[in-house]
């Protein structure tokens, strides 16, 4: 049965091109250094995000959001309204549409108006990948986050992001910080980190919300953000989600104190030690404020490149090479 | 009073052009046709929808949507997009505006902004009309579905799904099944069919879901589904509202055995039997999945065509003449 | 700290032009005057707002609207979509991000992903001016309600209806009935009648929605409607919040009966007295449904004048000077 092919097979033409982003695991470097590029040529030619190009003019992208999500979508919105594209978002309480079937049938009535991409969000992994394998149309999936699985795009704009600032990523040294278990950012970013070339990536969590070796194998796993932060370079720390917290740890503060990233932990890493986190943050959870406003912050840049880089891949997906 | 002239007066000007789309019962067969033509037009102009005119450049539509739907409105929401207009989705909860004041003063505060159109669902029959004949401007109406009264964009989009199949409405034998008593969708149809010059007609229920005879005097009332279909070369499912459904019949399991559409009872009904549902469907309750999927089903182009029957309500109404 | 600047200041930059506008309080009359004049030129160069305008292409507005409301963001909306912006629409509760902090976040989220406006609606008072001096960007702040505070388009809006009716505003005599205490348009339309040059100022409350004397120092203070209407030229109603009013009176019947504006009260005031209302009405509370819809109702031309209003100040805050 078709449904066990993986994301990746799913995403990639009979020709290697990209049909649909899933994940980035397993997607060739050359895709995401193209991918990167094109992003900086849409910030170019969009005049910073100023200016609207009219790549996807006519075109139909519709935010299929099961999970709410302001700033995401945000970003998709804001990235396909500046290609020239027509946007609806459909917000859906995972309720009414929890059943496989009934997911389906959404889709293909909104394929049925003649849709050029969805993007899709959903609190189960897999759920893009799914609607990829069963569409009618020549439409395009692209994951904005499922489940713990991946998150694709925000890969790709932190790989953008530290890009702008790292001459060589092989003797980089990256610590990832957080609740790695149930985490589709970390995920999507250690596939983009090891597609840069980076070689020392450390990934630091609580010991429940540590993941299986096997996952993160190339991945050096720590319980103590001492050690993990020691000599590093960029330091990614996650959003904790509270009810995750509780299992993990007794309350913010103790977490603060062995995990949150402080002006004080944060001279173990390496003289101008990048600093990201994906957003939303808990100030005083995972991060102190003042580092989050700091000078070795690339948190608001993050945000920017996000955009960028969905013009990229909804330029890559839709207006393919002719475009180009 | 005025309140008292039925909704086909209201929606036609002195000359018996469309002023507004309120019902398909008492419009003049021409009508229908012409409107069916410009959808067939408008498919070709936007080249399937992917190419955005500017028919409706710089005009205002405004869905006014008292009952949740997210098909509905993101169907009128596209085709006002693909013509070029600006639209404002104004989700109202029913209770926030029950009183017939405040509905009016939101309407004719709308008005104000200016506003050329207006689509309205409403769970009342006669909302529609009763917007009509009471507004300001020459800002048009185009009923979305009220109550049990009509949805006349979905009579059009299925009279315009047949006449891509059919050559001879007048020999079609076309059976209707499902809660014909409370639904805008049967009432629609008929007028629509019977516009067509279908003349062999046939409604289908459990008996407390039948209409009263003199209002589908023109069809054949059927309890026995197998009787219904026989012979038919059309069959149209409704849906069933699950509340409804537990007046007339004790559960869906029942349900599906005497009036829905299965494969096997597919066999009764005339070789080649095209089969329609307007959507959304609960599959193994009126219709049986392998049917809604199979090669007879019409359901999927039913969408796409809904698009362009929108769009061409939306350009005959506020474009005019001016711009054939 | 500069968290203690007055809104006024905020708003305008080291040459006294406008930056943002969050309060007609000390606003030079000439930037009224000029907001007034421009929002008539852009009624005429849209055609009564039916042809889009391109003075803000490529523009990105974000209507965060912290309180529902769908009269004043759907005038917003329209205003910037027909000058050609990207709108979105950013509705939030006002739990999720009650602390400042995390407002202060979404803000900085938002600018990130390049924005060139945000129009703000907060229930606390001093939010838009708070969002003001924390911007990171060049990005405007327009006030679209805050608290008791301000509402300053409303201001704008209701100068720009008298002006096109009234010739001398020197011997006019104003009197705004309803909430006082509570009313952030009364604020806003003190300001603005001040500077259009009225003199008599009157204002009327149930004694505990009377505001304190020294804020509305050049009005006159009255408990009695029917004494503060005597000889009025223009009488605004406000809407009167229901649950505040059980706090001053004890029924709808009984507001009505002393603060309603009824036909035969309005023979206090001056001949062809104008009336006029914020919207939403609560029709027999405040005022008569028959005044509300009479010849001197003023009430749908303040809602029309209100997108013009709203574009105008769009356009001065983001095309600037060169534009015109």
């Keep these: 049965m078709d449904s066990a092919k993986p994301a990746n097979v799913v995403q990639l033409d009979a020709h290697g091109g990209l049909r649909h982003l899933l994940t980035l695991d397993g997607l060739p470097r050359g895709q995401i250094a193209r991918l990167l590029d094109r992003a900086e040529e849409l910030r170019e030619q969009s005049h910073g995000g100023t200016r609207t190009l009219d790549l996807l003019a006519g075109r139909t992208v519709i ?4 999970e709410p999500s302001t700033r ?28 496989g079937e009934s997911l389906l049938d959404t889709v293909h009535t909104l394929e049925a108006m003649h849709c050029d991409a969805f993007v899709v969000r959903h609190k189960e992994s897999g759920t893009p990948a799914y609607i990829a394998r069963h569409l009618h149309s020549n439409a395009a999936v692209l994951n904005a986050g499922d489940g713990n699985h991946a998150h694709p795009t925000q890969g790709l704009l932190d790989a953008l992001t530290l890009r702008r600032h790292v001459q060589d990523f ?52 720590f319980e103590d953000f001492d050690a993990a932060l020691d000599g590093a370079n960029v330091a990614i720390m996650l959003r904790l989600q509270k009810e995750r917290m509780q299992a993990a740890i007794p309350s913010e503060a103790e977490y603060f104190e062995r995990f949150g ?64």
Excluded: Y
């Design 63 to 66: 935010n299929l959001f099961f």
């Design 72 to 99: 995401t979508r945000t970003s998709f919105d804001l990235a396909a309204q500046r290609l020239g594209a027509h946007v609806i978002n459909f917000d859906i309480a995972s309720s009414s549409t929890s059943k």
């Design 170 to 221: 092989s003797t980089l040294r990256v610590a990832i910080c957080g609740d790695i278990r149930h985490s589709r950012v970390a995920r999507s970013d250690v596939h983009a980190l090891r597609a840069l070339g980076v070689r020392d990536l450390r990934v630091c969590a609580p010991a429940q919300l540590l993941p299986d070796v096997d996952e993160f194998a190339h991945c050096r796993l």
């Design 261 to 324: 990233l402080s002006t004080q932990r944060l001279q173990r890493a390496a003289p101008e030690c990048l600093v990201m986190h994906p957003g939303p943050m808990n100030r005083g959870v995972e991060i102190a404020g003042e580092v989050a406003d700091g000078p070795r912050s690339l948190i608001l840049e993050q945000v920017g490149n996000g955009v960028f880089v969905r013009m990229a891949v909804l330029a890559e997906l839709l207006a393919g090479a002719a475009s180009r």
